[in-house]
């Protein structure tokens, strides 16, 4: 069956959306701030980097990788789809797509969840964070190592028995979706954020406020967030700062990818001991040997404590 990529059509959609949001903006007042020029530029030329490595790596993720494990799993010959589950492949039946999405919704939250965990995907993931304004120009800011990671975390949808072509094609619906989630300028969506991940989910995602840290990692839905445990919805109290504090504080675009492999990289020399150089490159984003930086989860024990003792105190996320 052959299939195309649905962000061959919405890349096109995206620009539109991203000149329509512009320009409501800069003709209201309310909203004058949303986009700076020079952020908009970079956040475009990531974009624009981001799906020609996406288009020249969809021959390896799409192609070799996914085709080669699913292959592998049930080959011409009988393999082990077939001998131990009793099945060559799921086929194409209508409730197949809608199970296959439902598996990619599981497998995005628990990539997203990893790469905001562990300090080397982080460092790959900051850039997409980096950009102090959120707006679907801040959508298409992508980081362009990820793509070289993020196959790996699907293999397991064809090696059970989705045609990789249908795993590529539901990748790319999530990609659409997650697109539209970068808006300030729609309402809450009523029964619908019950359980889907809507657009004020997504900007506690964005935000450096130390009480949204590490929250609202999915995709679609906001189902597997609330299973395990990182669903918060946004409150409208809140004074929403978005961004990163440690920010690269520049629009190059080889700073805005490289900047957090050089702290890991400064980090690393602190100590001799191996176990602090591990933790530098696979513990969570801003656990230091020395007590220096904390991780999301202390400064929200930090956050916590300090709120009881004097209310309105907020923190920002180290890295």
Not at 272 to 289: E, L, N, Q, T, V
Request: aromatic residues 16%.
């Amino acid at each position: 069956m052959d299939l195309t990529n649905p962000l061959v059509y919405g890349a096109p959609c995206f620009i539109i959306f991203i000149l329509l949001e512009l320009t409501y903006s800069k003709n209201h007042d309310d909203h004058h701030d949303l986009y700076d020029w020079n952020d908009l530029f970079a956040s475009g030329f990531m974009g624009i980097g981001s799906a020609i490595l996406a288009a020249l790596l969809k021959v390896v993720s799409a192609i070799v990788i996914f085709t080669y494990v699913y292959d592998l799993f049930n080959p011409l010959v009988e393999g082990v789809r077939t001998n131990l589950l009793g099945y060559k492949s799921f086929g194409y039946a209508w409730y197949i797509w809608l199970l296959c999405q439902l598996a990619d919704d599981f497998t995005y939250y628990w990539f997203h969840r990893a790469n905001h965990e562990i300090r080397i995907l982080w460092a790959a993931h900051i850039v997409h964070h980096s950009s102090d304004n959120f707006n679907l120009g801040t959508a298409v800011r992508n980081g362009w190592f990820t793509l070289l990671y993020k196959p790996l975390f699907y293999m397991w949808m064809p090696a059970i028995g989705f045609s990789p072509e249908m795993v590529v094609f539901c990748l790319g619906i999530e990609a659409l979706w997650q697109f539209q989630l970068h808006t300030v300028l729609l309402p809450k969506l009523g029964v619908f954020e019950k359980f889907m991940n809507t657009h004020t989910m997504h900007q506690v995602h964005h935000a450096q406020n130390v009480e949204y840290l590490d929250k609202n990692h999915g995709g679609f839905l906001n189902v597997f967030d609330r299973i395990f445990g990182t669903w918060l919805p946004l409150d409208d109290s809140i004074d929403v700062k978005y961004g990163v504090i440690h920010a690269p504080s520049s629009n190059n675009p080889i700073v805005i990818l490289t900047h957090e492999f050089k702290d890991i990289w400064t980090d690393m020399k602190k100590s001799p001991k191996m176990y602090h150089k591990f933790m530098y490159i696979f513990g969570p984003p801003g656990w230091s040997h020395d007590g220096s930086t904390m991780t999301v989860k202390q400064q929200q024990r930090l956050f916590k404590k300090s709120t009881k003792e004097n209310p309105g105190v907020s923190f920002s996320r180290p890295n």
